[in-house]
């Protein structure tokens, strides 16, 4: 059975998107079986950061609606699977549905990620229902970090009791001189449990998650890889 993942974070842009696809590279690296699923709606991304936007032709959305069948949905990204999500809403997209749509890949995968909109309205619900375990991600800002503490109470209330914490785009200097919160302010402040930290890389960009220029050396992936190990119950230590 599938570790189905929800990457969530309260506020936008820090991070979700890159963090499920750069973790999905890193396992499948390790030899997973890897299913990620964009669950923006509306603002889908992850086709991008893979490098597949010409191949989306279905979404998890059809799949509910009866459009096609399960497999139609998924596009190949080298040995990583991947499902765009809808671009508009529909009254049949409910938690329920969400569920047996999400838990019908179970056999087929050992972990499944599910990335989760910014903020914690419906889309959020919908990305939570699928979903066994949680990690939130925030930058180490006052902002980020509150935003991440009423995220991970907001998981709870949805039934997901593992929550775990990465902090992203973390500049080591910048934080010793106290121009951002440090890693244990951050892990205070949102009293979640710290499961990596991955540093700010001006070179994370889209194309660096393609199959074709995941380069495993840099920094930003090698925190990816020590994630994805931590995830599959390793014991490796934290690197800053
Ligand atoms: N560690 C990092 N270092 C430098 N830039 C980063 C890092 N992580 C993410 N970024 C950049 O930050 C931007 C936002 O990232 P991303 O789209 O993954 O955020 P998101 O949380 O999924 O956003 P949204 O809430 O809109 O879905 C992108 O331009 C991405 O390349
Ligand atoms: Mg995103």
Redesign the pocket.
Same mark, same amino acid.
């Given at each position: 059975m599938a570790k189905k993942i929800v990457?969530a974070?309260g #506020?936008?842009? !820090?991070? #979700?998107? &890159? !963090? &499920? %696809?750069g973790l999905s590279r890193a396992l499948e690296n390790e030899g997973k079986r890897v299913l990620a699923i964009d669950f923006?709606i509306g603002?889908r991304?992850l086709d991008l950061?893979f490098g597949v936007r010409e191949l989306v032709v279905k979404n998890w959305g059809d799949i509910i609606l009866g459009n096609c069948e399960k497999e139609n949905a998924v596009i190949h990204v080298g040995d990583i699977d991947f499902i765009s999500a809808p671009l508009f809403f529909n009254d049949e997209f409910t938690p329920e549905k969400v569920r047996e749509m999400v838990h019908s890949f179970d056999e087929d995968y050992d972990v499944i990620f599910i990335? %989760?909109? %910014?903020g914690i309205a419906q889309g959020f619900s919908l990305a939570c229902a699928g979903a066994d375990a949680a990690i939130v991600?925030s930058t180490p800002d006052d902002v980020c970090v509150r935003s991440v503490e009423i995220t991970a109470q907001n998981l709870k209330n949805h039934g997901i009791g593992e929550v775990r914490l990465i902090i992203?785009?973390?500049i080591k200097k910048l934080s010793a001189k106290r121009k951002f919160l440090n890693v244990d302010q951050v892990i205070d402040l949102t009293t979640v449990q710290l499961v990596g930290v991955?540093?700010?890389?001006?070179k994370?960009?889209?194309s660096s998650m393609q199959s074709s220029s995941f380069n495993f050396k840099a920094s930003?992936q090698k925190s990816f890889s020590r994630i994805a190990r931590r995830i599959m119950g390793e014991n490796v230590p934290l690197k800053l």
């Amino acid at each position: 059975m599938a570790k189905k993942i929800v990457i969530a974070s309260g #506020k936008g842009g !820090v991070g #979700k998107s &890159t !963090v &499920t %696809a750069g973790l999905s590279r890193a396992l499948e690296n390790e030899g997973k079986r890897v299913l990620a699923i964009d669950f923006d709606i509306g603002l889908r991304s992850l086709d991008l950061l893979f490098g597949v936007r010409e191949l989306v032709v279905k979404n998890w959305g059809d799949i509910i609606l009866g459009n096609c069948e399960k497999e139609n949905a998924v596009i190949h990204v080298g040995d990583i699977d991947f499902i765009s999500a809808p671009l508009f809403f529909n009254d049949e997209f409910t938690p329920e549905k969400v569920r047996e749509m999400v838990h019908s890949f179970d056999e087929d995968y050992d972990v499944i990620f599910i990335d %989760a909109p %910014a903020g914690i309205a419906q889309g959020f619900s919908l990305a939570c229902a699928g979903a066994d375990a949680a990690i939130v991600v925030s930058t180490p800002d006052d902002v980020c970090v509150r935003s991440v503490e009423i995220t991970a109470q907001n998981l709870k209330n949805h039934g997901i009791g593992e929550v775990r914490l990465i902090i992203n785009r973390f500049i080591k200097k910048l934080s010793a001189k106290r121009k951002f919160l440090n890693v244990d302010q951050v892990i205070d402040l949102t009293t979640v449990q710290l499961v990596g930290v991955i540093p700010y890389d001006a070179k994370i960009g889209f194309s660096s998650m393609q199959s074709s220029s995941f380069n495993f050396k840099a920094s930003s992936q090698k925190s990816f890889s020590r994630i994805a190990r931590r995830i599959m119950g390793e014991n490796v230590p934290l690197k800053l």
